[in-house]
């Protein structure tokens, strides 16, 4: 649809990053999936079909997409790695596909290793386009649900004091999530990570504008009893050196510095940032709330941008 800039409503809009959309759409997001955890089965995208492509691996987006879309009635038609499995192998543009997509379906949902795809095909598509993660650029329904995770706990997504850690070069989640927060008012972000994967210095002087920023490169640098803890991995598969991120989330780190309220978060796959023992700690959320909020958002964003 093309839809960039501001937009007063998600309806028959694209879903491409957290530029568009604001406090306002945001609470519509989160009403409904405080609706949809009371009565999860409803028939709101009876009658639709969605197409998702997916160009790059997931997991988790992937299904949690999948399943919010079915469980409210819609149907799905699904590719993976269409680079190798569709007429792509044949020499068939990127813009063809998705033209040829966007006569067949309601919307469509697209991952795809380039910054900046989402968009192509927004341009291209006659249907809606939500982003599922555009190379290192955003992960816009990432961002929701975690922000929805922090507010369903904390009750407010202003004045919060939190800490981010790792990727923030490559980490399209952690930009999605910044913008979030930028949203409102009084946030306070430590960031942590090696010198050669922090934040560039134009998102620091964008971020820095609405959100207190201080950059730690230790981990005795952390304060003591912030909101939550974001952990990343390294996006190995967009580097060419073998980088580590040289700060593990674990047991002996929490009794030094976090407090009851502490939540613990990663958008996952985590590939050593936390220790196993971590994950019976109530106050874990990757694995139990940010996945099921993630189906519970995606219901959310999905009904208010195809809602009759
Ligand atoms: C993230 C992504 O794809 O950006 N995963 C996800 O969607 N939950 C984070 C990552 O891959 O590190």
Redesign the pocket.
């Known amino acids: 649809m093309g839809s960039e800039g501001n937009i007063r409503t998600l309806k028959q809009n694209d879903l491409l990053s957290i530029d568009q959309i604001n406090p306002l759409i945001i609470s519509q997001i989160f009403n409904l999936a405080s609706q949809f955890k009371k009565t999860p089965n409803q028939n709101l995208l009876k009658g639709k079909l969605i197409a998702l492509l997916f160009f790059e691996p997931?997991s988790?987006?992937f299904s949690s997409f999948s399943a919010a879309i079915k469980r409210l009635g819609g149907q799905t038609i699904e590719y993976q790695n269409p680079a190798q499995t569709s007429s792509l192998v044949k020499g068939e543009t990127f813009e063809d596909m998705i033209k040829v997509f966007s006569s067949y379906v309601d919307a469509i949902v697209i991952r795809h290793p380039e910054k900046g795809s989402a968009k192509k095909a927004a341009e291209i598509s006659m249907v809606p386009v939500i982003n599922a993660?555009d190379g290192v650029g955003e992960?816009p329904t990432?961002a929701l649900l975690d922000a929805y995770t922090i507010f369903s706990h904390h009750k407010k997504l202003s004045s919060l004091k939190g800490l981010i850690v790792g990727d923030l070069v490559n980490?399209?989640?952690v930009h999605s999530l910044l913008k979030t927060l930028s949203l409102y008012k009084g946030n306070e972000i430590f960031l942590l990570s090696p010198k050669n994967l922090s934040l560039p210095k134009e998102d620091l002087a964008r971020f820095g504008k609405e959100i207190k920023i201080n950059l730690i490169s230790s981990e005795d640098e952390i304060p003591k009893g912030l909101d939550f803890w974001y952990w990343?991995?390294v996006?190995q598969e967009r580097l060419t050196k073998k980088l580590k991120i040289p700060y593990i989330l674990r047991n002996e780190l929490i009794e030094k510095y976090a407090s009851p309220k502490t939540l613990f978060m990663h958008?996952?796959?985590r590939v050593g940032e936390i220790l196993e023992e971590v994950d019976s700690d109530p106050r874990a959320m990757y694995l139990t709330d940010q996945i099921k909020n993630g189906l519970l958002v995606r219901m959310g964003i999905m009904s208010l941008i195809l809602k009759s």
Do not use: E, V
Request: net charge positive; aromatic share 0%; glycine share 14%.
């Open positions: 997931s988790r987006t993660g992960h990432q980490g399209r989640t990343t991995r996006q958008p996952l796959p």
